[in-house]
């Protein structure tokens, strides 16, 4: 689903990435761990394509995706979400769903019609929203609920694009670099469901990487 | 997310009857103002489609509106078209330019956006004022109006053009809508509140704030034709910064971000206007006191605050229950 070869990236005379590879099988889940300026954030941003490698190659679901923008690579499958919940505040959990598979269809330009009515992009917004458990709250304004549900919201609009390939970020912790990560019933359970749900106060990683996600048959 | 509330329609409905009502009945400086308000509105839904949905803040509108204007009479005038291809040409070329302007700002967003908006403005303003195709500093005069005697309509006759510019209003009210409601215009509010996650989710952004900016210039370039025809005489002061700094006004006044606002904004700005420039020369002053106050009031301009109180209205019920229960 998604593979580095050789990946390198520098700042200056600072070689951060040396030479990564690593592959993501469908089905697969797997964690970036490391301690502070380890360099996850700097992988983790060449995946998405905020930054440009150095040299080596990105491949996401067999095609090289190394020269991409980020737009054209969340297009081919490739989904994020944030440390730091990056919502959009002001409009309803509907709406920021609703909002993420519309332009994850293509219908983010059109013109002739409202993508938020489609029969598609509502079926989307059901279904994920049942998923990470925001059915009850679909009506109400993003800033104004709690900060669990907020963050149950920014997996949702990552899995509202129904991406292949889900890099999923989680924020600082001690835990995991005491590597204690399987005491994370997300990680140890699996199921994108937990990782959705999480819970406050706990350890957490940087960034996860989860292959093959949710009902995809890619 | 734009949505036609039952307030907001009413309100519509209101103002479409209400200014019908009084292009009927009005003598000819009422009609005057109608026209003026006509102009001014569809410049500001075209500014409050990008500015108070999109977040994109605009000092080039009035730069649009009068290229739209000039585009308009030199197609009429030199080019020997008849009014409407020449609208349409000028409101092609606006749109045109629109997209450009848009998609070389788009990388730009809060103080930038708006200094390199004004900067487009500006050029497009010295452009006018310098080049002699367009008659200078003296303006241009002889834009025509449609010729409509076909089906019996005399577009000279004051009254017949007051009632033709309420309608190419609620034309452009029409388009802006339709656009909020888009794909489109959806993710131009998403844009406006997390540039970066859509992006994230697959948008292109510049393409969409260009399209978005294209329809607005759109829009302006409209409201230049109108004016061309209302006064049929246009000079480069149209272009001028100013105008859009009072579009802006106007469209803070009437309620940014609820496109039924400016109209309300551009009929009392207008009105005010005239009214208190008939008593005091210092109007500006007085509006913009006004503009303070509704700046500080927190309110979504005048018509967020007539939403707020209709909220609150409906809301009330509900808390005289909670009470009851308790
Ligand atoms: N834009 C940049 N310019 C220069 N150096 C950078 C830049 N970004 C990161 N670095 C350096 O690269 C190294 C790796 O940084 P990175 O943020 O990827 O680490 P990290 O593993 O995410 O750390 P943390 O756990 O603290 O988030 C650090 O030494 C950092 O100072
Ligand atoms: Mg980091």
Redesign the pocket.
């Not at chain 1, 502070?36 to 700097?42: E, I, L, P, R, V």
């Given at each position: 689903m998604l593979e580095t070869r050789n990946l390198t990236k520098s700042?200056?005379p600072?070689q951060?990435t040396k030479g990564v590879s690593l592959k993501l099988e469908k089905g697969e889940r797997r964690v970036i761990l490391?301690p502070?300026?380890?360099?996850?954030?700097?992988l983790f941003n060449q995946l998405v394509g905020e930054i440009t490698p150095n040299s080596g190659t990105i491949h996401l679901d067999g095609a090289d995706v190394t020269g991409l923008r980020v737009a054209d690579r969340a297009r081919r499958g490739l989904s994020r979400s944030y440390q730091k919940n990056t919502l959009f505040d002001g409009l309803t959990i509907r709406e920021n769903l609703g909002l993420a598979a519309a332009v994850a269809l293509g219908k983010g330009q059109g013109l002739w019609s409202d993508p938020l009515q489609s029969p598609e992009v509502r079926e989307t917004v059901r279904e994920v929203a049942a998923q990470v458990d925001l059915a009850p709250y679909l009506d109400a304004r993003v800033d104004a609920v709690s900060y669990g549900i907020r963050r149950q919201l920014e997996v949702g609009i990552a899995l509202a694009t129904r991406p292949k390939v889900i890099l999923h970020r989680t924020g600082?912790g001690s835990g995991l670099r005491r590597g204690r990560h399987h005491h994370r019933p997300e990680l140890r359970r699996g199921g994108l469901r937990r990782v959705a749900r999480g819970r406050q106060g706990q350890p957490a990683s940087?960034g996860h990487l989860f292959g093959g996600v949710g009902r995809c048959s890619t | 997310m734009f949505t036609h509330s039952p307030l907001r329609l009413t309100t519509l409905a209101i103002l479409a009857a209400g200014s019908l009502a009084y292009a009927f009945v009005a003598g000819f400086y009422g009609m005057e103002i109608l026209a003026e308000i006509a102009i001014l509105a569809i410049l500001v839904i075209a500014l409050d489609l990008v500015a108070g949905f999109g977040g994109m803040v605009s000092l080039c509108h009035g730069a649009l509106l009068g290229v739209g204007a000039y585009a308009f009479t030199v197609a009429a005038n030199d080019a020997g078209l008849t009014a409407l291809p020449a609208m349409l040409l000028a409101v092609a070329l606006t749109s045109a330019l629109s997209f450009l302007i848009g998609a070389v700002c788009a990388r730009s967003t809060g103080i930038y956006f708006i200094m390199a908006t004004l900067a487009f403005g500006q050029m497009a303003y010295s452009f006018v004022f310098q080049s002699p195709l367009f008659g200078g500093d003296d303006g241009l005069s002889g834009a025509p109006r449609p010729d409509l005697s076909a089906v019996g309509i005399d577009l000279t006759d004051s009254r017949a053009f007051a009632v033709y510019a309420i309608l190419l209003v609620a034309f452009a009210y029409a388009v802006a809508a339709a656009t909020l409601r888009s794909g489109l215009g959806r993710s131009l509010v998403g844009l406006h509140h997390n540039e970066k996650r859509l992006r994230a989710l697959g948008l292109t952004v510049w393409r969409a704030k260009a399209t978005a900016f294209a329809i607005s210039g759109a829009l302006a370039g409209l409201a230049g034709c109108l004016a061309a025809q209302h006064t049929q005489f246009i000079s480069p002061g149209l272009l001028s910064w100013t105008v859009s700094g009072e579009a802006l006004v106007v469209v803070i006044l009437g309620g940014l971000g609820t496109l039924v606002g400016p109209l309300l904004g551009a009929i009392l700005f207008v009105v005010l206007k005239h009214e208190i420039s008939a008593i005091t020369p210092y109007w500006h002053a007085i509006v913009g006191v006004i503009l303070i106050a509704v700046v500080m009031s927190r309110a979504k301009g005048v018509f967020g605050f007539i939403e707020a109180r209709w909220e609150a209205r409906k809301a009330q019920p509900l808390v005289k229950e909670a009470k009851a229960d308790a």
């Open positions: 700042f200056g600072i951060v490391g502070n300026g380890a360099g996850k954030t700097t600082h940087e | -």
